[in-house]
């Protein structure tokens, strides 16, 4: 690596919201990021992470460098992640940076204003980048030369059109009608028709009752088409902060270790609203129906809806025919996560005390359109 070239040199950062400063993070011993709020944002401004960062004066400081690399999760959740952070790497290496050397405060200065969510950092660290314009099918062939050789003779479009996004699928944040969405494509793990699957999978999703942003597929000449979702974090030009249950909970999502009454749980702590609550349980019934079973805690989120001063559950997202490990649930349903089925279903009802004859027919529906339509 050349030493002049090292992304280290941010020492703190502030973390804005629009134009409002929420607070500052700042490098502390044994590679922890603390975190102290504005008195502003305190005065006029919401807890950005209601069970670690309650709304209050002082500094807060992770309890261990695990599982966030020495950050709290809210501000995990705005570095890339899978094929995002793939990318990051790959830009540091062309710019000869060694990327494990560069540590979690100063990947958020190059994330910067791109990231997930309402957060921003200041200041930015930019990399030196060109722009092309590339087809989705361009885009799509010079995904699979990440995976092939590591690299790209397009890095620089791919990072800038989607080097912040997480999961492990290649993913570009696109304008149709001049709003925000997200365009997938395949994996090298993927089948070639997955943009149909995931297709399929929003479609009856939304005819089982399961709130979801806008989907297309988008035409390719190459393969039957691109998965494409309305992005959910954006209103027009607002921005809308978004936390994954990963994040609030400050656990990783790497290792199985959540189970459905635990989001039920957590569902009716953060909205007191057994509407939401109603809302995870069709989403747990489709999960078991539909065999979707990399359910772990970065794809459920919650949103904070600031005029009405409250959190509620997000649309569902990354729902398609998958396993976690072992082919079992990322997340247990009332302890099994090898074949879960009614009997867990209304298992998870009952200890959050949900109807069970309303929880036996909203499963027994919703199994019946899965069976149907997938």
């Known amino acids: ?5 090292s992304m280290n040199k941010n020492k703190s950062l502030s973390v804005m919201l629009g134009d409002r400063r929420v607070g500052t993070l700042a490098t502390a011993a044994n590679h922890l990021v603390a975190f102290e709020y504005e ?5 006029n401004g919401f807890s950005i992470s209601p069970f670690s960062l309650p709304l209050q004066k002082g500094v807060f400081m992770p309890k261990s460098y695990d ?3 020495g950050l709290f ?15 990051v790497d790959r830009l540091l290496l062309k710019e ?11 990947r958020l200065a190059i994330v910067g204003a791109s990231c997930m969510g309402a957060l921003t950092y200041l200041p930015e660290s930019n990399l030196s980048l060109t722009r092309s314009e590339l087809t989705l099918d361009e885009i799509a062939a010079e995904c699979q030369k990440v995976f092939e050789s590591n690299d790209s003779d397009n890095l620089d479009e791919l990072f800038q059109m989607g080097g912040s996004s997480g999961g492990a699928r290649p993913k570009v944040y696109y304008k149709i009608d001049g709003q925000e969405w997200i365009v997938k494509f395949p994996s090298s793990q993927d089948r070639e028709d997955i943009g149909v699957q995931e297709y399929k999978y929003s479609l009856c999703a939304r005819k089982c009752g399961i709130p979801m942003a806008e989907t297309k597929l988008l035409e ?4 039957k088409g691109f998965f494409a979702t309305k992005r959910f974090d954006r209103d027009g030009d607002k921005r809308i902060h978004m936390l994954s249950v990963s994040a609030l909970l400050e656990t ?4 199985p270790n959540l189970d459905y009454n635990i989001l039920m749980q957590l569902t009716l702590r953060l909205t007191n609203d057994y509407k939401q609550v109603w809302q995870m349980f069709r989403l747990m019934c489709f999960n078991v129906f539909s065999h979707n079973r990399d359910d772990h805690s970065k794809n459920f989120s919650f949103l904070y809806d600031e005029d009405k001063n409250r959190w509620i559950l997000s649309p569902a997202y990354d729902l398609t025919f998958s396993n976690s490990i072992g082919g ?11 074949n879960p089925g009614i009997k867990e279903l209304l298992g998870v009802a009952k200890n959050i005390k949900l109807d069970q004859n309303k929880a036996r027919s909203i499963a027994s529906e919703i199994h019946d359109i899965v069976s149907e339509y997938l």
């Open 1 to 5: 690596m050349n030493k002049n070239k």
């Open 39 to 43: 008195d502003e944002w305190i005065r």
């Open 67 to 69: 599982p966030f690399d």
């Open 73 to 87: 999760g809210v501000f995990s959740d705005s570095l890339p992640d899978g094929w995002g952070r793939l990318l």
């Open 96 to 106: 000869k940076i060694n990327p494990a050397e560069v540590d979690a405060i100063n």
């Open 220 to 223: 390719s000449k190459e393969c």
């Open 252 to 255: 990783s999502h790497r290792i």
């Open 328 to 338: 079992e649930h990322a997340t247990t349903v009332d302890g099994n996560g090898k």
